[in-house]
């Protein structure tokens, strides 16, 4: 059998098993495991264990179960509360102010938390209902909270480029800085979409009458210290991690603690909230690791046969293909798998294989990491396979069925395309900013 | 269902979800070692070299040791664009059938993490590290988490069975999932 042939033979055995609704990490540690026997026979039953010592050595996956500890005790400090009491006060006059007020709200989540589920937990308990008290459009507001919870990955601080950096071999704090600005302009994006949409459809997202947000301005000015622990938050956990003060994952320790401080604070942290919270902690992130452990082993594999060459013949030797309708081949392809396959999964396997590709055709491996994040938020968020759709569903109010999920995205998604356009067009918006800081060192 | 299944999912959940319910705990391990990692090295400027480490070995027990619980709770994540809209017992069917996936990835981790085991103890191995620790300990109680997950799984299939055949066996905790 050739080497295309298995590798097709592998990504269709796993497509058709993860159909049957057999977990993920079954699945791709199955197909892994299988064909390594069949290619390499019996001495090749290890390799799906070998996987666990090249888990082993990324230990910057340490700030994986660290933020989502840290999402959950921030959900439920009561940070959240005040961010959002703010925001309605603030923006509450506008049409369709309270949905901006949840992007703002998003993002400053996103810059304490590097994964989305903290905003998916917050956006869903306590902007959704509020919006929907208020008349607001269910579509509107649940395609609003997927978005902006899709910042998490985006915005310093992030997981996914943990992972990217991991494999890419690139500095993370470079990564998470060329993720700043990117992160803020698909903010503001979001944002004017909300803005132009209530604008030419005003039902959509009603204003707040005068008299429930009238207050005297320094009433005003003091809900404004909401925003004080989370920049606390980010300063001690991002800023000491850029400045070089603190590692990676000593970085993530220290926004875990700080946040379990600030809910202390708050008087938030009770033996219910922190039993939910430790539990919530260990199955999310026992899901991932098992799904990194079993992609490792299927992505070994992969290696063993030689993919790299085998895709790089394809694009370049038998299409013909310029540098750029690669990698618009390479999102195109990551998007359609992200639909299908499971995202953390497409990560180890896919991006060991485009990452060299792209550093051989010249183009800068950072920028290419904030195009790669930006892929993975419209795949998060892309049915019938994306995490963000599956916390939403476990999450989201009644009322809110399933096709209005689907459907809420819709405009989102339209939204991030344009966003990732404009990413790749003009790099210099996530190059400024890590490269301005190099500048300075 | 015959007694001895029973009496084998009775104990094998409970196994399973103590050993989750420590294991929960280690993300304060993981926190408390690495928070003192940078207060030593940055503050008192004593860098200790064994923090990152400790805190590798600490993240390997978690995932390890927690596997067997998250499963038994039902937070491992499976596409249900089919699954979801099946019936309880038609889920029951598709988990009998693709068991076979689970038990045989499960069985090869834990063939390998034996062989790997036997191996650290015949030759003492040790990390290649300034702190240089015995990888014996952690290899030892990846062997006792994914034994766990294996019987755990086992479990989940007679589970299954008597889903199918309609009369569930009792248990607490179990959730649909995600």
């Known amino acids: ?441 | 269902m015959p007694k001895p299944i029973v009496l084998y999912v009775k104990y094998v959940d409970f196994a399973s979800e103590k050993c989750g319910r420590l294991a929960m705990l280690l993300v304060f391990v993981m926190i408390g070692v690495l928070l003192l990692d940078a207060v030593t090295r940055n503050i008192i400027n004593f860098p200790l070299s064994w923090c990152v480490e400790m805190a590798q070995f600490t993240m390997a027990a978690y995932y390890i040791l927690g596997g067997p619980y998250s499963m038994q709770m039902g937070d491992h994540v499976r596409m249900d664009l089919v699954y979801d809209r099946c019936s309880e017992k038609t889920k029951a069917i598709l988990d009998i059938a693709t068991s076979g996936t689970l038990l045989f990835y499960l069985s090869c981790l834990l063939f390998g993490s034996v062989s790997s085991t036997i191996y650290a103890i015949e030759t003492g191995q040790r990390k290649f590290s300034m702190w240089n620790p015995s990888m014996i300990p952690i290899k030892l109680i990846m062997v006792f988490g994914i034994t766990l997950m294996l019987l755990q799984a086992i479990s989940m299939l007679f589970k299954d069975i008597s889903k199918a055949r309609g009369q569930a066996i009792t248990h607490e905790g179990e959730q649909p999932t995600v």
Request: charge should be neutral.
């Open chain 1, 1 to 441: 059998m050739s080497h295309e042939l298995i590798a097709i033979t592998m990504f269709a055995t796993m497509l058709v098993l993860m159909l049957t609704g057999q977990r993920v990490f079954a699945v791709i540690g199955f197909v892994g495991a299988a064909a390594a026997a069949l290619l390499y026979g019996e001495g090749a039953i290890e390799m799906p264990f070998n996987a666990a010592f090249k888990l082993f050595n990324w230990y910057p996956l340490l700030t994986l179960p660290l933020f989502v500890y840290m999402g959950y005790i921030l959900s439920e400090s009561g940070i959240a509360d005040d961010l959002y009491k703010a925001f309605h006060v603030w923006f509450g006059g506008l049409k369709g102010g309270l949905a901006v007020g949840t992007i703002g709200l998003m993002v400053v989540i996103s810059a304490m938390n590097g994964l989305s589920v903290a905003g998916m937990a917050i956006g869903a308990t306590i902007a959704l209902p509020e919006m929907l008290k208020r008349g607001y459009d269910k579509i509107m507001i649940t395609g609003v909270i997927q978005a902006g919870s899709s910042l998490g990955i985006l915005v310093p601080p992030s997981v996914v480029l943990v992972l990217y950096g991991m494999i890419a071999r690139q500095p993370v704090s470079q990564l998470w800085l060329a993720g700043a600005v990117p992160g803020l302009m698909m903010a503001t994006l979001f944002v004017i979409y909300i803005v132009v949409r209530c604008r030419m459809q005003p039902h959509l997202g009603p204003a707040i009458p005068e008299d429930e947000r009238d207050m005297p301005m320094g009433e005003k000015l003091k809900l404004l210290r909401a925003g004080i622990i989370p920049f606390l938050i980010f300063f001690f956990m991002t800023g000491l991690f850029i400045m070089g003060i603190t590692s990676l994952v000593e970085s993530s320790a220290v926004g875990a603690t700080s946040a379990t401080i600030a809910a202390l604070v708050k008087r938030r942290l009770n033996k219910d909230v922190m039993e939910q919270t430790l539990r919530k902690t260990l199955g999310i992130s026992c899901m991932f690791l098992w799904i990194i452990l079993a992609a490792l082993c299927f992505g070994a594999v992969f290696d063993g046969i030689g993919a790299v060459r085998a895709i790089e013949s394809l694009f370049i030797t038998r299409w013909d293909l310029s540098p750029w309708e690669v990698l618009i081949m390479m999102q195109l392809s990551y998007i359609f798998m992200g639909m299908f396959l499971d995202d953390t999964a497409m990560l180890v396997i896919v991006a060991p294989l485009y990452v060299p590709l792209i550093i051989a055709l010249g183009f800068d491996p950072i920028w290419y990491g904030v195009l790669y994040t930006i892929t993975c938020q419209i795949a998060y968020m892309t049915p019938p396979f994306g995490y963000n759709l599956f916390l939403m569903r476990a999450m989201a109010p009644k009322e809110i069925s399933l096709p209005d999920i689907y459907r809420s995205i819709i405009p989102f998604v339209a939204v991030m395309t344009f966003g990732l356009m404009i990413v790749m067009a003009f790099p210099q918006v996530a190059l400024w900013l890590p490269e301005y800081v190099r500048g300075i060192r």
